[in-house]
């Protein structure tokens, strides 16, 4: 009886270390990146970038009108809200496919969930994913919850849709911003690349 008992106890541990197993290497395929040799990353076969520094941390939000396909986030110092995330979207908010119209369409509901009145900083064209592009830079203020706001826009074409890459970066009304998190934006950018055709572009 202890014999076949200890027979059942060898098989259930086997089967557990089987199943973590098992669930290990799941998640190894779960993971949607990896990175190269030159130190860039490329993300599910399709993008390839340069990652900003170990202070961010990976960010991944479904939000309503578009997913954010992934971003980057760190806490700032100071006091509360202190912090600067940034993404990349493949739907950012409207739906045209001129870079001033999607600018206004898109403006109407970003940062949707705060009450900011937004005053464009600066406007102009660009070079994005290796052709025209439209980059904002805003400034947004909340004087009730005493917050405010400042974020990079930029806009670019996958085929013929409009895809974005954004910046934000949140203080108290009275704190100062960290102008060296927009260059580490500015590189995440200039370095995207797109890898392979977009579902649309394929139809």
Known sequence: MKRI????LCLFLMMAWLSGCATFETEKKAVPYRLTAQGTVIW???FEFLPPPPDWKLLRVEGEGGDINFGFTRSDPGTFPSMTSFAYDEEPFGCSTKFEDREREFFKRFLFNAILQFQVLEKKKTQVLGGEGLEVVVEGK????KEK????????????????????QWRHLDGTYDLSAFEVFDR???????????FYETL
């Not at 909340?142 to 919850?145: A, Y």
């Not at 995440?188 to 977009?198: A, E, H």
Request: positive net charge; proline residues 2%; glycine residues 8%.
């Open 5 to 8: 008992s200890l027979l059942f």
């Open 142 to 145: 909340d004087p009730v919850k």
């Open 188 to 198: 995440f950018v200039k370095s995207f690349k797109l890898l392979k055709k977009s």
């Open 149 to 168: 706001v400042r974020a990079k826009v930029v806009f670019g074409k996958r085929g013929e849709r409009i895809v974005g890459f954004y910046i934000t």
């Open 44 to 46: 599910e076969d399709e």
